[in-house]
């Protein structure tokens, strides 16, 4: 399954709201579609699981949204430590596969 | 829960390295390690996972022939070894526990393989 994340960079202001994109090659069975933050020279962290359910300490700020072959991660306000780059990963069919990553840079 | 991986690691071309993934706070026979890799400057790249318990294995087939993961249950230890390395085998290597339907919460901290004459 390949997925293709929009827009490629996001330019916004810390208290803005963030809406990311993965489309999906193919339905995601089950909704196994996860999100991950990765900042710069860190591990990736994982967001969201089963396309809408936050990891363990993630915060409410942060919500994901979708079925099938459309997925929404979104940031409802913005935090300076939210800017990092962001990748879906649909863990549903072998491979599982990433999508190439939407930055979020500060404006 | 934690995931610590052996240290940076620089080899020549047609080289091979061996990186370790070393598990405490639960028996690694519980749950299947992923292997992730991510060239500088680059997203991340699923390599195939193993099921420590039997040591089955799953190889992305752009790997396939090159890699090998095994698993020590002794040593509550994963390996992954990757063979006829060139230059763009450099990246950071992740392993990963594979929580199945709730995906990878547990992360080690990566480590660095650099392929240069």
């Known amino acids: 399954i390949v997925l293709t994340q929009s827009p490629g960079t996001l330019s916004l202001s810390p208290g803005d709201r963030a809406t990311l994109s993965c489309g999906a090659s193919?339905?995601?069975?089950?909704?196994?579609l996860a999100w991950f933050q990765q900042r710069s020279g860190q591990t990736p962290r994982l967001l969201i699981f089963?396309?809408?359910n936050r990891a363990t300490g993630i915060p409410d700020r942060f919500s994901g949204s979708g079925s099938g072959t459309d997925f929404t991660l979104t940031i409802s306000r913005l935090e300076p430590e939210d800017f990092a780059v962001y990748y879906c990963?649909?863990?549903?069919?072998?491979?599982?596969?990433f999508g190439q990553g939407t930055r979020v840079e500060i404006k | 829960v934690q995931l610590v991986q052996s240290g940076a690691e620089v080899k020549k071309p047609g080289a091979s390295v061996k990186v370790s993934c070393k598990a405490s706070?639960?028996?690694?026979?519980?749950?299947?390690i992923a292997w992730v890799r991510q060239a500088p400057g680059q997203g991340l790249e699923w390599m195939g996972w193993?099921?420590?318990?039997?040591?089955?294995?799953d190889y992305v087939r752009e790997f396939r022939g090159r890699v090998t993961m095994t698993a020590d249950t002794s040593t509550n230890t994963v390996y992954m070894g990757l063979t006829g390395l060139r230059s763009d085998d450099t990246a950071v290597y992740f392993c990963?526990?594979?929580?199945?339907?709730?995906?990878?919460?547990?992360w080690g901290q990566g480590t660095l393989v650099t392929v240069s004459s």
């Open positions: 990963a526990r594979d929580d199945g339907a709730t995906s990878s919460l547990f």
């Open positions: 706070g639960y028996p690694i026979s519980k749950y299947n």
């Open positions: 193993i099921s420590p318990s039997n040591g089955y294995t």
């Open positions: 193919q339905s995601v069975d089950h909704n196994y």
């Open positions: 089963g396309a809408s």
């Open positions: 990963h649909q863990y549903a069919k072998s491979p599982p596969t």
